[in-house]
């Protein structure tokens, strides 16, 4: 009788505990979501912003008393920002630019990366190496003797070239490369070489087309970067008709005052084409995030 009693107090003592593990669970969910749900809004609201800017007249969007549902919708914002600027121009120079460089990166990197990958050849791991560790090196350092490179010895000041030049292909994305071909069957390239194709004909035949996840990362990853890229863009160009979305829409303002729904209407323009990429090429987002995980 002694033996039921405890057997019943030990089954209602874990059902207790389960009980208090139930309840910590589910405030723990609440909380995350709720932490969640604050970070989420928190991201939207400057995008929700600046969508409702772009529909707004001017003097709505500086009004001391914010609104944040608007009554009145207007596209002469859009109309003016693409009538009274050059931001057509800017928009061709962007997508000129970042089209390239992708289609560079594409190439160059995809060749150092099987190279580094599956070739062999002396020096091979201390020049990657001395190439990685080029990455440690800030980006502000660099920049005055490429700039002094591009500009004063080269005279590209106001080109496309300028833009380009230094961006053509990035270690990073060698490393990219490197990585991902690292993954690749070795086998297949040794099936190659024994049917008698070049090295160039395995990368091109064989390589590449197993490879198309990595080099749709890159690609994707390549013309975000350089699409949002301002700073050098903005230093070595100076008409109007040369400049990016992102330097035109820094530049877009007048002697006296700042067009404030124009603005937010480039600024939509200007962001449309990676919300698209983004939503389009979800996937190849995710996987990228992976793929420098992957060991060397």
Do not use: H
């Not at 003016?80 to 800017?90: G, K, Y």
């Not at 201390?126 to 800030?138: D, G, H, V, Y």
């Not at 490197?178 to 690749?184: A, I, N, R, V």
């Amino acid at each position: 009788m002694e033996v039921k009693v405890n057997q019943t107090e030990y089954a209602q003592i874990a059902l207790k505990k389960e009980k208090q593990r139930n309840r910590k669970k589910k405030i723990y969910s609440v909380v995350s979501y709720a932490i969640l749900l604050f970070w989420v809004v928190l991201t939207i609201i400057p995008l929700y912003w600046m969508v409702i800017s772009s529909f707004r007249d001017t003097t709505v969007s500086v009004s001391f008393r914010p609104e944040w549902f608007p009554s009145q919708l207007t596209l002469s914002t859009y109309i003016r920002f693409l009538t009274e600027t050059d931001a057509l121009r800017w928009l061709f120079n962007s997508l000129f630019v970042s089209s390239v460089l992708t289609l560079t990166n594409v190439i160059f990197s995809s060749l150092a990366g099987y190279a580094f990958a599956k070739l062999k050849f002396p020096g091979r791991n201390t020049i990657f190496w001395i190439l990685l560790s080029t990455m440690m090196i800030p980006a502000q350092v660099t920049l005055i003797p490429v700039y002094i490179m591009i500009v004063n010895i080269f005279g590209l000041v106001d080109t496309y070239l300028a833009i380009m030049l230094p961006m053509f292909t990035v270690v990073g994305n060698i490393f990219l490369m490197k990585q991902y071909m690292s993954t690749l069957p070795t086998t297949l390239i040794q099936a190659a070489r024994i049917d008698g194709c070049s090295e160039f004909g395995i990368f091109r035949k064989v390589i590449l087309p197993i490879s198309k996840p990595g080099v749709a990362v890159l690609a994707i990853f390549t013309f975000v970067s350089t699409w949002n890229e301002f700073f050098w863009p903005f230093l070595v160009t100076q008409s109007s008709s040369m400049r990016t979305i992102q330097v035109g829409l820094a530049s877009f303002k007048f002697q006296d005052a700042t067009d404030y729904g124009a603005m937010m209407a480039g600024s939509v323009l200007a962001a449309l084409p990676m919300f698209i990429l983004f939503f389009a090429l979800q996937r190849y987002f995710l996987q990228g995030i992976t793929i420098g995980a992957v060991k060397g």
